[in-house]
């Protein structure tokens, strides 16, 4: 189960701008006060254990999940 900031990251990745790096991402999240560049690490690192992240970019599983939140942050 993830947590609403997992969400909101895998989310911004998902929606990033070509040109912008995950780098990019996490320091916009944490500029938005939704957590620390520490903080964000961690997530990252955990969204890239769990398979939804590999080489810089979403897996088919990582963008599944990121359409699903998606979804639910539009209800």
Do not use: C, H, P, W
């Not at 997992?6 to 070509?18: F, N, T």
């Not at 912008?20 to 320091?27: A, C, P, R």
């Not at 890239?48 to 963008?63: E, H, N, Q, R, Y």
């Amino acid at each position: 189960m993830m947590d609403m900031e997992d969400k909101v990251l895998l989310l911004g990745i998902y929606k990033k701008e070509e040109e912008e790096s995950l780098k990019d991402v996490l320091l916009m999240l944490e500029n938005s006060n939704l957590f620390s560049l520490k903080e964000g690490k961690k997530r990252l690192k955990a969204l890239k254990s769990s398979g939804m992240i590999k080489d810089g970019a979403l897996t088919l599983i990582g963008i599944e999940k990121a359409k699903e939140v998606e979804q639910e942050f539009k209800l």
